[in-house]
């Protein structure tokens, strides 16, 4: 069964740093997402990705996040310099056609910031 | 205004002692409700989508039902592998991706004990 993939699973980083986070969507999706979940909250919207091209972004995704699609299967999130309360699990998700379709989402990576 | 609420949040059963879990939201023209599953550390899990007042879903011993105001998961005779947090998302209001941008309840968390 085709599934969402997200690497690393764990990256620790320093404040500071810039990181990337890598998912590979459902190979026919067309719609991708980035949520993140900090620790013991919900799980929150960052960014939806369509077209080649951010479609929504919340108030979180300010300047330091930038998300790409560098090739067909590859969905990346790059946060450029980290901050503490960056820490939280992420996780992409794709969908495979507009409007009420279902979000299929990764595994996740947790990414900690020291 | 938090647009989806869930209770309780959190329930111990024993395995067998079925029960149900709430989501309520308050968006207008709902256009589709999610119900995810989440174990610790991991991403959320597809488990059912609703689109109108009425609808019901069936899979293994969960069974989801979906009125104007809220939905609900029952849980028949569940057994320990049913522990998990239980999610409920509804594509937020008033948006251009408003079909992707998911705005997720905070769970309800089941342990099923032996």
């Known amino acids: 069964e085709p599934e969402v993939t997200q690497t690393p699973s764990h990256q620790v980083t320093q404040m500071g740093q810039e990181v990337i986070l890598r998912c590979v969507p459902i190979s026919n999706h067309l719609y991708f997402y980035w949520y993140r979940q900090i620790l013991g909250q919900k799980v929150e919207f960052l960014v939806s990705f369509y077209n080649n091209e951010i479609s929504e972004k919340s108030e979180i995704f300010d300047d330091q996040f930038s998300v790409e699609r560098p090739d067909g299967s590859n969905f990346t999130l790059k946060i450029r310099s980290t901050k503490l309360e960056d820490s939280a699990m992420y996780f992409c998700?794709?969908?495979?056609?507009?409007?009420?379709?279902?979000?299929?989402f990764g595994p996740g990576t947790r990414l900690t910031v020291l | 205004e938090d647009q989806v609420t869930q209770s309780p949040e959190a329930l111990r059963l024993q395995e067998g002692e079925s029960s149900s879990l709430n989501c309520s939201y308050t968006v207008s023209g709902l256009r589709g409700l999610f119900w995810y599953r989440q174990d610790p550390g991991k991403g959320p899990e597809f488990l059912f989508t609703?689109?109108?007042a009425g609808e019901e879903k069936e899979k293994e011993r969960l069974k989801a039902t979906l009125t104007k105001k809220e939905s609900f998961l029952h849980i028949t005779a569940p057994k320990p592998e049913d522990s998990a947090t239980y999610l409920c998302?509804?594509?937020?209001?008033?948006?251009?991706?408003?079909?992707?941008?998911?705005?997720f309840g905070a769970g309800t968390q089941v342990v099923v004990t032996p």
């Open positions: 998700a794709s969908k495979f056609a507009g409007g009420p379709d279902t979000q299929y």
């Open positions: 998302a509804v594509p937020q209001e008033g948006t251009t991706d408003s079909w992707g941008k998911l705005q």
């Open positions: 609703l689109y109108s």
